[in-house]
C-alpha cells in the first residue's frame, strides 16, 4: 500500500525533525501577522509556529488529534486562545465562516498531500476563510527524488490557475515564501 495521509500522521507523534523556526520563516510569517487577531494554523502539527502567535486567537488544523494534549500545553504557554479542527481526510472540508481569520499559515504541510487535488482544495479553502494566506513549504522542480511522503508542487501556478492574487513570494534555500489572497 502507498502513502496515505491520515494513516501516516497518525503514527507520529513528532511530526518534524525540524525544532525551532528558521529566521527566513519568522520574518516571512511575522510580516503578516501585525494586524491579525485571528489566525488559522492549517497543518499546526504541534504548534512549531506558536511563539509567533503570541496573544492571538488560533485555530489549528490537523487530520489527526494525538498531539491535542501537547498543543494546548503549547498554546497556554505562548497565551494563545487556541482550537482545533480535525478533518477527515486531506481533502474535507473545515467548517468556517468566509474570511473569518485574518490569516492562514501553512507551513511545510502541502508537500505532504500526495494528490496535487488536495493541494488545491487546501489552498482554495485558505482563501475563502482568510482575509490573506501565508504559505511556506519546499519546493525544487529539479528535485525529482523526494521522500515516500513529499511530493514537488509549483504552488505560484496553481494560485494564478485558480485565479488567486500573489502579494508576495521569493524562494529562498529549496522553499516557496508565498502570501496570496482571493
Not at 502513502?3 to 503514527?11: D, I, R
Not at 527566513?24 to 511575522?30: P, Y
Not at 492571538?56 to 487556541?82: C, M, S
Not at 501556478?157 to 508576495?168: E, H, M, P, W
Amino acid at each position: 500500500m502507498g502513502y496515505n495521509e491520515t494513516t501516516y500522521w497518525s503514527e507520529r507523534f513528532e511530526p518534524s525533525k525540524e525544532k525551532g523556526i528558521s529566521a527566513d520563516e519568522t520574518e516571512f510569517i511575522k510580516s503578516s501577522l501585525t494586524r491579525a487577531k485571528m489566525v488559522l494554523d492549517y497543518g499546526v502539527g504541534l504548534g512549531r509556529y506558536f511563539p509567533l502567535y503570541k496573544g492571538k486567537t488560533v485555530t489549528g488544523v490537523d487530520i489527526v488529534d494525538i498531539r491535542k494534549e501537547k498543543l494546548l500545553e503549547n498554546a497556554a504557554l505562548h497565551d494563545i486562545e487556541f482550537d482545533l479542527k480535525v478533518k477527515s481526510s486531506p481533502g474535507a472540508k473545515i467548517k468556517s465562516k468566509i474570511k473569518q481569520y485574518d490569516l492562514a499559515v501553512c507551513c511545510h504541510l502541502l508537500l505532504h498531500q500526495s494528490k496535487e487535488s488536495y493541494v488545491r482544495k487546501i489552498m482554495t479553502e485558505m482563501a475563502e476563510i482568510s482575509k490573506k494566506v501565508v504559505i511556506v513549504s519546499f519546493y525544487n522542480p529539479e528535485k525529482t527524488k523526494l521522500a515516500p511522503h513529499c511530493f514537488n508542487y509549483d504552488y505560484v501556478s496553481i494560485c494564478k490557475d485558480l485565479g488567486f492574487t500573489v502579494k508576495k513570494k521569493a524562494y529562498i534555500d529549496q522553499r516557496v515564501y508565498l502570501i496570496y489572497s482571493k
